[in-house]
């Protein structure tokens, strides 16, 4: 019960997939006797697979690592690509962008996606560096501004796929999230390696990240389409 990787798993479903799915409940709430029963499910579903996908692709790539000659440079510049692709992949199928409430299902699938996603980060996290409680409770902080992150871009992809500009919406996002590697990779290395001599550049990458990432969602959750009957028919 005390192992590296129960705690890992009991902090990933505290800090991600609970959540992620109040968060999503509280988006659908006003809606949910509207929507798809089985497209709710389903985009839960697959923002987990695809989150699962996309971190296996990242940890097999090594993208993740910290170098002593580059630091993180890899997974500043290629995660974003890469998340945006895979969470892409999944806005953009047809069994949710032929809906017209298309963001409400891409909200749930991008809160998914980046719920698995930072749980299997964290897992391996605590598997390869010994922390302690407050570094592990600042990496799960940034995995929630992560979550937040991905379920607003899920909304703002299913809203470009509407006016035939998904790829666009896609590539500005990445370049946002790639902002926010930057002030992730910050942390890390001042958490695993004392890169820097306050902790102070810890918090304040955690502020500024937690905060560009609740504003993306928060602007996207706002545009959100008014559901009926008809437009669920």
Same mark, same amino acid.
């Given at each position: 019960?005390?192992?590296?990787?129960?705690?890992?798993?009991?902090?990933?479903?505290?800090?991600?997939?609970?959540?992620?799915?109040?968060?999503?409940?509280? =988006?659908?709430?006003?809606?949910?006797?509207? *929507?798809?029963? /089985? $497209? *709710? +499910?389903?985009?839960?579903?697959?923002?987990?697979?695809?989150?699962?996908?996309?971190?296996? =692709?990242?940890?097999?790539?090594?993208?993740?690592?910290?170098?002593?000659?580059?630091?993180?440079?890899?997974?500043? *510049?290629?995660?974003?690509?890469?998340?945006?692709?895979?969470?892409?992949?999944?806005?953009?199928?047809?069994?949710? $962008?032929?809906?017209?409430?298309?963001?409400?299902?891409?909200?749930?699938?991008?809160?998914?996606?980046?719920?698995?996603?930072?749980?299997? /980060?964290?897992?391996?996290?605590?598997? /390869?560096?010994?922390?302690?409680?407050?570094?592990?409770?600042?990496?799960?902080?940034?995995?929630?501004?992560?979550?937040?992150?991905?379920?607003?871009?899920?909304?703002?992809?299913?809203?470009?796929?509407?006016?035939?500009?998904?790829?666009?919406?896609?590539?500005?996002?990445?370049?946002?999230?790639?902002?926010?590697?930057?002030? +992730?990779?910050?942390?890390?290395?001042?958490?695993? +390696?004392?890169?820097?001599?306050?902790?102070?550049?810890?918090?304040?990458?955690?502020?500024? +990240?937690?905060?560009?990432?609740?504003?993306?969602?928060?602007?996207?959750?706002? /545009?959100?389409?008014?559901?009926?009957?008809?437009?669920?028919?």
């Amino acid at each position: 019960m005390d192992s590296v990787i129960f705690q890992a798993n009991v902090l990933g479903m505290l800090a991600f997939i609970v959540p992620a799915l109040i968060l999503f409940l509280r =988006v659908i709430k006003d809606v949910e006797d509207k *929507l798809v029963e /089985r $497209k *709710l +499910y389903l985009a839960c579903g697959i923002g987990v697979v695809l989150g699962t996908a996309a971190d296996i =692709v990242m940890i097999l790539g090594g993208i993740d690592l910290y170098s002593t000659d580059i630091g993180y440079a890899s997974m500043i *510049l290629v995660s974003p690509f890469i998340i945006m692709i895979f969470l892409f992949i999944g806005v953009n199928l047809n069994t949710f $962008k032929s809906e017209y409430a298309a963001p409400y299902y891409s909200a749930g699938l991008g809160l998914f996606y980046g719920g698995s996603l930072e749980f299997w /980060r964290l897992l391996m996290t605590e598997e /390869r560096y010994n922390l302690t409680e407050s570094e592990a409770f600042v990496i799960a902080a940034f995995g929630f501004g992560t979550l937040l992150f991905l379920g607003g871009a899920g909304t703002w992809i299913a809203y470009g796929i509407k006016n035939e500009e998904g790829a666009r919406y896609a590539a500005r996002l990445a370049f946002l999230y790639l902002f926010l590697a930057f002030l +992730y990779a910050s942390a890390l290395e001042n958490i695993h +390696y004392n890169v820097h001599d306050s902790v102070l550049i810890t918090i304040a990458a955690l502020i500024g +990240y937690i905060a560009v990432s609740a504003t993306l969602f928060h602007q996207a959750i706002l /545009r959100l389409p008014k559901i009926t009957k008809k437009n669920k028919d």
